[in-house]
């Protein structure tokens, strides 16, 4: 069975702060990708990253950056010096080689950056 | 970028009364698509495989019946929702999948569904 667990409800920072948010997956496959997506209050979904499960290397991609270890099962997002615009929810997805595409999604993650 | 569009973005609509919802692929074409419910505060769940050309797949424990899914062409799903009931109201999103065979899917905007 396949499953993401983000066990970070909801979380609360002060603008300028770095904040982690933890996603964790379970599969049997071999062949998986990764995925962390942002959900505005408007509600429609944002891509920020996909990552294959052959490709370990931690990336940046301006203040985001993502930390992934197969050892853990893990899949990190970190945000550097956040802004009030970070405001939302986000989600960490998991999709199996074999599963045809089909996404699974974590719980979600509401962070609230405030001024 | 791919893009893609569902309409309405909103609907409201009586019990009893049904609703189609539209996910449309604008610049690419899609042999697959997913649609995905989203309680408030909730997560997505998937609620079906929509392939074109043929029966779509859905997940455990929703009843195809009432969520009629057709894919008729590459670019163009549709979900009706039948016999609306209050416990129906929702945000429903379609995602998009290219042809290419990647695991690149597209989110449209998603539907708010209120049934009153």
């Known amino acids: 069975a396949q499953k993401v667990t983000q066990a970070q409800t909801e979380i609360s920072v002060v603008e300028k702060e770095d904040v982690t948010l933890d996603c964790v997956y379970e599969t049997r496959d071999t062949t998986y990708y990764l995925f962390w997506y942002k959900q505005p209050p408007s509600g429609e979904l944002v891509f920020l990253i996909r990552?294959?499960?052959?490709?370990?290397q931690n990336e940046i991609s301006g203040r985001y950056s993502w930390n992934f270890q197969k050892s853990t099962s893990s899949f990190n997002f970190t945000i550097t010096a956040s802004q009030v615009v970070d405001s939302a929810v986000y989600f960490c997805?998991?999709?199996?080689?074999?599963?045809?595409?089909?996404?699974?999604f974590g719980q979600g993650t509401e962070l609230s950056v405030k001024p | 970028g791919a893009v893609v569009s569902q309409h309405p973005s909103w609907v409201i609509c009586k019990s009893g009364t049904s609703v189609k919802i539209e996910c449309r692929s604008l610049?690419?074409?899609?042999?697959?698509m997913f649609w995905y419910r989203q309680f408030p505060k909730q997560s997505l769940m998937l609620m079906a495989t929509?392939?074109?050309?043929?029966?779509?797949?859905?997940e455990q424990g929703v009843e195809k019946d009432k969520f009629l899914i057709n894919h008729a062409s590459l670019t163009l799903s549709t979900l009706t929702v039948t016999s609306a009931h209050p416990e129906d109201s929702s945000f429903y999103i379609c995602?998009?999948?290219?042809?290419?065979?990647?695991?690149?899917?597209?989110f449209g905007p998603g539907t708010r569904l209120t049934v009153t």
């Open positions: 997805a998991l999709s199996g080689g074999n599963q045809g595409g089909k996404l699974i």
């Open positions: 995602s998009a999948r290219d042809q290419t065979g990647t695991y690149e899917q597209y």
């Open positions: 610049d690419f074409q899609a042999t697959t």
């Open positions: 990552r294959n499960s052959f490709d370990e």
């Open positions: 929509s392939n074109e050309g043929s029966k779509a797949t859905y």
